[in-house]
């Protein structure tokens, strides 16, 4: 039998999950799931509401909108967050017995609520830190909970060096082989700035590779830009743009030899789209040689393509509608692999289905997008 991983799966924090897992000296700055005085169950940081704790189901976006649009009213919640949480979509046992019915055999599980505070935290580094590490300690009993198929993302952070490496130490011996970091400025330094090679070596010494994923994160664009409701969900802008942040940390890491310098460097980019990939690629390569010859000098001397370290190092998530066996052909490389989603309300219970209907190989006939270019980052089989 053919395995499939599914490389973008979401487990949801417990109420107390980062109280229980910080550092007790931090407990203040724990972040934590309350109900508001309508019913509603927030995310909360200190005193501050960051945004709903939502109960989520493949193909119910719509939901979602309802409660939120009844909140903005003043009107009660109808059903009780705890009561409605499945057990799959917290538990990591259960979450292993799970798969089975999605058709997967492994997948790659980030957080949840995690892509919902790192910007709002960034002024207060100690706070950023501590609820990172929390959730990073959480990992560990996943890897063992989910009996080998389920493979946790952590989230750090490369504003301070020391810790990253602490962190990143702690994820080898405990066997989490990606973390998730923000595709932005590192306060104000571009992702290549010489200060941080030392942190790219970590990675690549202990096996972890770092993932770009969707989340309110250190913005690329003006926040002048923004101009939805303070309690979108998600801002339009946002949505539209959202593989833009991606594409210009991949540029910075290329055209400025990053991965020149560090070839066993792997980067994940999931639930960003891929259907910018080919066009991206073309204006890369096509970029990077019209300023080398309209400047004469090249910002980094780079015995490859700027594409070639691309489909050598990075690997991207697909959803079935992008169709990825035409975008495979269109970008000339075998980079992309199956994802789910689930359980958010835009993800899917029938991946592979999904896959097959937009004409797409079978599992067995397209081993990348189903399992090898997953393996890759996670590292399968090349780690003691």
Same mark, same amino acid.
């Given at each position: ?39 509603? *169950?927030? =995310? ?49 046992? !259960? ?46 009993? /996943? ?9 946790? /993302? ?31 400025? /590192?306060?104000?330094?571009? =992702? ?29 664009? &003006? ?28 540029? &910075?890491?290329?055209?400025?030899? /990053? ?13 960003? *789209? ?36 691309? !489909? ?32 958010? *309300? ?39």
């Amino acid at each position: 039998m053919t395995q499939i991983i599914d490389s973008d799966q979401h487990l949801v924090e417990s109420r107390r999950l980062w109280l229980d897992h910080i550092d007790p000296k931090m407990r203040d700055e724990a972040l934590r799931i309350d109900d508001d005085e309508l019913g509603y *169950s927030r =995310l909360v940081w200190r005193n501050e509401r960051l945004g709903l704790a939502e109960v989520q189901a493949p193909g119910r976006t719509s939901e979602i909108g309802d409660r939120h649009r009844r909140m903005r009213e003043g009107l009660p919640a109808t059903v009780r967050y705890d009561e409605a949480l499945p057990r799959d979509h917290w538990d990591p046992a !259960a979450r292993a017995d799970k798969l089975r019915d999605l058709g997967v055999d492994e997948a790659v599980v980030f957080p949840n609520y995690g892509l919902l505070w790192e910007r709002r935290l960034q002024d207060s580094l100690p706070a950023l830190r501590a609820n990172m590490a929390a959730w990073n300690r959480w990992c560990a009993t /996943v890897v063992a909970d989910g009996r080998g198929r389920l493979h946790p /993302v952590a989230h750090v952070s490369l504003r301070d060096g020391p810790w990253l490496e602490e962190q990143l130490a702690k994820l080898d011996r405990a066997g989490v082989r990606l973390a998730m970091i923000a595709p932005a400025l /590192v306060d104000g330094r571009p =992702l290549s700035h010489p200060d941080h090679d030392r942190l790219w070596a970590a990675f690549c010494r202990h096996g972890i590779s770092p993932v770009f994923h969707v989340a309110d994160q250190p913005r690329v664009f &003006d926040d002048a830009w923004y101009t939805d409701d303070g309690e979108a969900f998600v801002p339009a802008v946002e949505a539209v743009f959202l593989y833009t942040p991606a594409a210009l940390a991949c540029t &910075d890491l290329i055209l400025n030899g /990053v991965f020149e310098r560090f070839p066993d460097l792997r980067l994940g980019i999931v639930e960003l *789209s891929a259907i910018w990939v080919p066009l991206f690629l073309m204006m890369l390569d096509g970029g990077a040689e019209f300023t080398r010859r309209l400047n004469g000098v090249d910002p980094e001397l780079l015995p490859l393509r700027p594409s070639e370290y691309f !489909a050598r190092q990075v690997r991207v998530s697909s959803f079935s509608y992008e169709r990825p066996q035409v975008l495979r052909k269109q970008i000339g490389a075998d980079l992309l692999m199956c994802c789910s989603d689930y359980p958010h *309300s835009e993800g899917t219970l029938t991946p592979v289905p999904d896959y097959a209907t937009v004409g797409t190989d079978r599992p067995e006939d397209a081993p990348g997008l189903f399992r090898e270019n997953a393996r890759f980052l996670l590292r399968s089989g090349e780690l003691g």
